[in-house]
C-alpha cells in the first residue's frame, strides 16, 4: 500500500492499474466473447494461434515473475559477453512478433544486447516489409532486418542472422516468444564459466489459445523417440543426483527443443554452425543437440531463465517440397553424419527415409572427423543412458508368430494398453519392436509388461527393473518367456483376434516367434 501524493504517483498507479488491467496483462489468458468467435476461428488459421487474442494484448504487456524462488537472489558477474539476438521467421504475425522484441528489449541490460536481428525468411506479408522496417527504427536498441531472398528454411535463415551479427554470444528465438525478468543474465554467466556450454531457457508456455504464460518444468528435459522426434521426458534421478538436488543449476539435457538458445560465437563457428543442407525445419535441433555432445562440449536447460513460447498444434506455412520429404531429408542427414549404426532404429521404422534422396553430406562428416566427434554410442552410454533407443540390443524389426504368421503390432497404442497382433506388413511402423540386451521387448520407449497370470500383455514405460517386463528369448525352441509369471507368450485366443495372450510354456507353434535381425552376440 501507498498513499499517492504527487504527480509522479498518479502516472505510477495510472501504469500499475493498466499493467494489470488489460487484457493478457501478467500472463492472463485472454477469452474471446461469443460474438467474436467465428471471426476468431476464420483468424486462427493464418499462424495456428489465436491471432485475435494475441492482438488484444499489449506489446508490452507484463508477465509474471515464474523463476524459482533460489534464482530470484542469483548475483551474476557484471562482466558478461553481450549478445545478439537472431529472430527468424516466415510470415509471423505483427503482434507476437512484436511483442518478442519488446520482451527482449525491455527485459534484458541495454549494455548485454548488441543489437536485435530479424531474418525475414521471404515472407508474402505486406505489413512485414516497410511497415515493419519504420516501425523498428523507434526503438530503444539497434533492430536490423534481413532478408532471404527466397524462402529458405529456418537454418539457412539463422545461419544467415548468425553471420550478421556482431555480439560475443549469439542468442536464437523463435519470432512468437516473450522473455521474462532476468532471462539473459544467468544464460550468459553459465557462457562466461563455460564457453564450450550451450545454454537453453526453461521454455515457458503461452497458450495458443488463450496466449496464457504457463511456467514451464525445470523437471523435464530433452530427448528423442525412435522417429526421432524430440520430446520432453522427465530429468532423470542421476541428474538430480549431480546437482545434489538443487534445482536452480543447470541440467544437462541430451537434447534441446532447438527455437532459443544461446551460445558462444566463437564456439558456434568452432563447432561447425549448422547444416545449411537442412530445409525449411526439423532435425537441426538433434543435429546441433548430437553434435555438441559428441564433439566435446555440453548442452545445458539454464533452470534460472524462463522464456515464454507460443506451442502450435500444426504449423501454418508450406514446406515447398512436401513436409514428410523435408523432414525425411532432415533427418537422414543428421542420422548419417551422427548417428552411427544407431540410425537402423530410424531406417527400420520409417522404411521409406531410406529412399530419400539427402543430397551430400561429406562436408558434415569431414566436420566431424576434424573435431574427432566421439561416436553415438558414447553419446547413449554417457549421456542419454535413458535413452529411447537402447545401447545394446539382440534384435529390431517386426516379431512373427510362426503358426499365424501375424506381427507383434503396437497399434499405434498408448501407455497402459494392450500390445496388438496383426497382419505383418513390412513396413516397419507400429511393427517394430527391439529386443534389447536388458531383455525387455520394447517398442520406443513402451515395454511389454505382464503382471497376472494369462496376461494380458500391456505396453508399458520401460523401467530397466527387469520385473514383469523381463524375457528370454529362446533361440533354438523360438519361445519368449515371461520370466516372472513362467509363461510364454502365445497366438490370440478365440475371444480376441487382435491381442496375442500368455500361456503355460508349451513349445507348440502358435508360441514360436521369430525375431527379425537376432544375433545373440550383442
Ligand atoms: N521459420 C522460418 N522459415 C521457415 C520455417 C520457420 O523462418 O521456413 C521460422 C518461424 O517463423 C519461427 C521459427 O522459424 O520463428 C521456428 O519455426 P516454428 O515456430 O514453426 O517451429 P516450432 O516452434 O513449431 O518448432
Ligand atoms: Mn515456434
Redesign the pocket.
Known sequence: MFVCICVLCVCLTAVISRNQEGPGEMGKAVLIPKDDQEKMKELFKINQFNLMASDLIALNRSLPDVRLEGCKTKVYPDELPNTSVVI???N?AWSTLLRTVYSVINRSPHYLLSEVILVD?ASERDFLKLTLENYVKNLEVPVKIIRMEE?S??IR?RLRGAAASKGQVITFL???CECTLGWLEPLLARIKEDRKTVVCPIIDVISDDTFEYMAGSDMTYGGFNWKLNFRWYPVPQREMDRRKGDRTLPVRTPTMAG?LFSIDRNYFEEIGTYDAGMD??GGENLEMSFRIWQCGGSLEIVTCSHVG?VF?KA?P?TFPGGTGHVINKNNRRLAEVWMDEFKDFFYIISPGVVKVDYGDVSVRKTLRENLKCKPFSWYLENIYPDSQIPRRYYSLGEIRNVETNQCLDNMGRKENEKVGIFNCHGMGGNQVFSYTADKEIRTDDLCLDVSRLNGPVIMLKCHHMRGNQLWEYDAERLTLRHVNSNQCLDEPSEEDKMVPTMQDCSGTRSQQWLLRNMTLGA
Open positions: 527468424v521467421f516466415h509471423e525468411d524462402r528454411g529456418l535463415a523463435d519470432a512468437h527455437g525449411i525445419w513460447h502450435r504449423t506455412y
